[in-house]
């Protein structure tokens, strides 16, 4: 079973930056691609960035420019750098790993994300 903790979510003013957490309990080199989500009040789960264990990064195109995913091999940390924060983007960030073939597929709890002045 692989644990998922999100850190680093708060409230912060329009323009201001986060840098979220996510911390895995086992190595992440066994993860073919890890994720951030997010969730608004009433909206879908929405994909925000992902990493492949091949270096592959996407975001959500709307997102590009001020987020970026990273990731810290030795201490089993992904990050989501999130700069020029707006009030859309307030929601719950979540974390998500996925291994094949185990067929792996684990979720954080989510942090709080609250964008307003």
């Known amino acids: 079973q692989v644990q998922l903790v999100e850190s680093g979510g708060g409230l912060v003013q329009p323009g201001g930056s986060l840098r979220l957490s996510c911390t895995i309990s086992k190595s992440i080199f066994g993860f073919n691609i890890m994720r951030w989500y997010r969730q608004a009040p009433g909206n879908q789960r929405q994909l925000v960035a992902s990493l492949t264990s091949g270096g592959n990064i996407n975001y959500a195109e709307s997102l590009k420019g001020r987020f970026t995913i990273s990731k810290d091999n030795a201490k089993n940390i992904v990050y989501l750098q999130m700069n020029d924060l707006k009030p859309e983007d307030t929601a719950v960030y979540y974390c998500?790993?996925?291994?094949?073939?185990?067929?792996?597929?684990?979720w954080g709890q989510g942090t709080q994300v609250t964008v307003s002045s």
């Open positions: 998500n790993v996925y291994q094949s073939p185990a067929n792996v597929d684990s």
